[in-house]
């Protein structure tokens, strides 16, 4: 399978060590997902994209965005393939307009249900699949449920982006999965607008932090809150990141639950949505 990163932060940072320095980086863990890298960073609002069909840890062009990039948000994948040829195009994060999205997992029966899967997308979006991956076909379904709430080009924020994403699931399910847990389709998730970014757990695992236990800029950082060092007690946060696996440093990592969303607004409000439940709840202390 593949390995997820996204990073939410009220400042533009650098995000190097997640993506390479660190010693389980995203780049090492390409040394077993060989199968392309994505990194997708927002700018004035818009998504620059740099995708390859190349091992990242080996390709200079990852190397250097990574040293480069400094923004509020970064959506990053590595992939290893289980659906799809290997090249760009079936390479994550995919984008539409302002929104990017990657996914870890699979849809098992993708072969068998393709055709339905892909119908089920709005006929204006659904033009815009180019690959040939179960990935992007989540993506422009996840956008057919979205544009339910209003325009894509609008500002659309956590409560249509969580039921849009449930709603996702929920058809991927019901069309689908069989009787046994090894029919059932893998659905973890990242996706942002650039202000929002939320996260849903299906099935492969997927952990998030949003404070440090000290942070290594705590001198020079005029954004440092108390939020910054320990659990937020307002509901708000500083930073927000989600990884596949828990990236070695100051961050305190807690792993999501099976069909947990975790996700913040565009004011950096840290909310939950659980399985059973459709609303968000205010994470806070």
């Known amino acids: 399978m593949c390995r997820l990163f996204g990073f939410r932060s009220v400042i533009p940072s650098q995000v190097h060590r997640s993506l390479v320095a660190a010693d389980n980086a995203l780049g090492v863990q390409s040394e077993e997902h060989k199968d392309g890298w994505g990194v997708a960073y927002y700018v004035d609002g818009s998504p620059h994209i740099t995708r390859s069909p190349t091992s990242a840890i080996t390709d200079q062009i990852f190397h250097r965005v990574s040293g480069v990039v400094a923004s509020e948000t970064v959506l990053a994948h590595v992939r290893k393939a ?3 040829e290997l090249n760009v195009l079936n390479c994550h994060p995919f984008q539409h307009g302002r929104w990017t999205m990657a996914h870890n997992g699979e849809v098992r029966r993708y072969t068998e ?4 899967l892909r119908q089920s997308i709005a006929p204006r979006l659904r033009r815009y699949v180019l690959g040939d991956t179960d990935s992007e076909v989540v993506f422009f379904l996840f956008l057919t449920h979205l544009q339910a709430y209003g325009p894509l080009s609008g500002r659309l924020g956590l409560d249509a982006i969580v039921p849009a994403l449930r709603d996702t699931v929920e058809l991927i399910r019901e069309k689908c999965d069989g009787d046994e847990e090894a029919l059932r389709a893998l659905l973890t998730i990242i996706v942002t607008d650039g202000t929002c970014m939320a996260a849903h757990m299906g099935g492969k695992e997927l952990f998030w932090s949003s404070y440090k236990t000290k942070c290594a800029d705590r001198d020079e950082c005029p954004s440092l809150s108390p939020e910054c060092e320990a659990p937020t007690t307002t509901g708000f946060v500083n930073h927000l990141i989600f990884s596949s696996e828990p990236l070695q440093g100051e961050n305190v990592w807690i792993p999501m639950e099976e069909g947990e969303i975790v996700a913040v607004d565009w004011r ?7 399985d059973d439940k459709r609303r968000l709840t205010v994470l806070a202390s």
């Not at 950096?268 to 659980?274: A, G, V």
């Open 82 to 84: 289980t659906v799809g």
């Open 113 to 116: 249900f393709k055709d339905t």
């Open 268 to 274: 950096m409000q840290l909310h939950r949505s659980t």
